[in-house]
Structures are given as structure tokens and as C-alpha cells.
């Protein structure tokens, strides 16, 4: 596959199969993707690989803590911002409405909602869950850097058949999660991504959230393009 055709068929996966994923076919990512661009010259990826029971217990707890002491549990940094303007929020609320509506939610349903929500805390049933960590003194180009390094696993698992859902969430509690992988207090977990095979069946994996054309986020100058 080329590189092209997975950036447009790669999407958020929300329903995976129950087909195990080998252990030899996550190291085949990790592999390509370690040649991820590293502009602060470092590679600063710390990643943790979760399956069987460690990933049982690791959903088993976090979603205890979500759906019980979501009060106290916070990511130790801002992913979105602190007040939304135009266009973002428009943008995201369509993004969410748009997926709530694939899956027949409706406006006001909060059980509903909550439900699917706490799905996140089971890798919507992924078999495979990759944990993000970073030392916490690395500041934004090491961040941009994991950027590009959780895009190349994703489309990497493109290319052999396989779905991801990257997801922030998993942040929120990264205070239920370290003791548990035996993770310093001297990282950050900046995401996880729920990795295996999607359920062709299942609706939530039809929808794909509308992107900007080119002409809406692009200046051009010079004469020569």
C-alpha cells in the first residue's frame, strides 16, 4: 500500500474484532516506525505494550476510576484548549454529533453517551493496547516528535491490515495506570492507541468525521507553485 492511500483510508477505529494480534506483528510497527523524523535529535518514545491480563487489569481499573473518581483524576497536561472560539468549536461539535449519530445517540441521552465514553477505557476492544510515555523535563519538540512517531505505527498497522484509535483519554489517569506498568513518576503519559483488527459490521467504524480542503488552510507565495 502506498503511503497516500493509508493516510486516506486510516480512521478511528471504534469496534475491533476478538482476533488476537501477534506479538511478532506490533514489534513489525515498532519497527518501521522507530525511522519516525526525530527533530530534536532523540527519539524520546517510551512505549508500553499491554495485552492479556495486564491489559484487563489496566481497563478493569481505569474504568473503576472513570465511572467513580473521575473527580480526581486529571491528565497533568492541556490537550484542548481551555476556551473554544469559532471555527474549532464547530468543528468538534459536528465531529461529535456526527459520530453520535452513527451510533443512535441522541442529544441529551447521558447514559448513552457515558457508555460509549467509558468504551475508551477498554480499547473499544481492541486486543492490543500501546501506552505513550515521555520524560517530563522534554519540552514541545520532543512532543512533536511523538507526534510523528504514533502516526508512522498508525500507518504502518494501515499497510497489514490492521486499525488504531489513537486516544488522549487514557492521560486522564495516568495515576491509576504507572504503578501498574511499574512507570516513574518522572514520565508523562501523553496517549495510548488501541490497536487490532476492526469490525467490519459494526456502524461506528463507517463514520468518518468531513476534512478541511486544501484551499481553506493553505497560503501560497512566490510565483513558482
Not at 506483528?25 to 492479556?52: D, K
Not at 480526581?72 to 461539535?93: C, I, M, N, S
Not at 519538540?141 to 494501515?158: K, P
Not at 511499574?182 to 468518518?208: F, H, K, M, W
Request: net charge neutral; glycine share 8%; charged share 20%.
Amino acid at each position: 500500500m502506498d503511503v497516500d492511500t493509508a493516510l486516506r483510508t486510516r480512521g478511528s477505529t471504534r469496534a475491533f474484532l476478538n482476533r488476537p494480534v501477534a506479538h511478532e506483528m506490533v514489534a513489525t510497527l515498532l519497527e518501521a516506525a522507530r525511522f519516525a523524523p526525530s527533530g530534536t535529535n532523540i527519539q524520546p518514545w517510551q512505549v508500553h505494550v499491554v495485552t492479556g491480563e495486564t491489559r484487563e487489569r489496566v481497563c478493569r481499573e481505569v474504568r473503576h476510576a472513570a465511572a467513580h473518581e473521575r473527580a480526581q483524576h486529571k491528565a497533568p497536561f492541556d490537550f484542548y484548549p481551555t476556551q473554544w472560539r469559532e471555527p474549532y468549536l464547530g468543528r468538534r461539535r459536528a465531529c461529535g454529533w456526527g459520530l453520535y449519530s452513527t451510533l443512535g445517540i441522541v442529544k441529551g441521552d447521558h447514559a448513552a453517551g457515558l457508555e460509549q465514553e467509558l468504551r475508551n477505557y477498554d480499547f473499544f476492544g481492541a486486543p492490543v493496547g500501546l501506552l505513550f510515555f515521555i520524560d517530563n523535563d522534554l519540552p514541545i519538540g520532543s512532543w512533536l516528535d511523538y507526534g510523528m512517531f504514533v502516526q508512522s505505527i498508525m500507518l504502518s498497522a494501515v499497510s497489514h491490515g490492521l486499525a488504531t484509535c489513537p486516544q488522549y483519554s487514557w492521560s486522564n489517569f495516568h495515576q491509576v495506570i504507572r504503578p501498574i506498568l511499574g512507570v516513574p513518576e518522572s514520565q508523562t503519559l501523553i496517549c495510548g492507541v488501541a490497536l487490532g483488527y476492526a469490525d467490519p459490521a459494526a456502524a461506528v467504524n463507517s463514520y468518518r468525521p468531513t476534512r478541511l480542503p486544501v484551499e481553506e488552510f493553505t497560503s501560497w507565495h512566490g510565483n513558482d507553485v
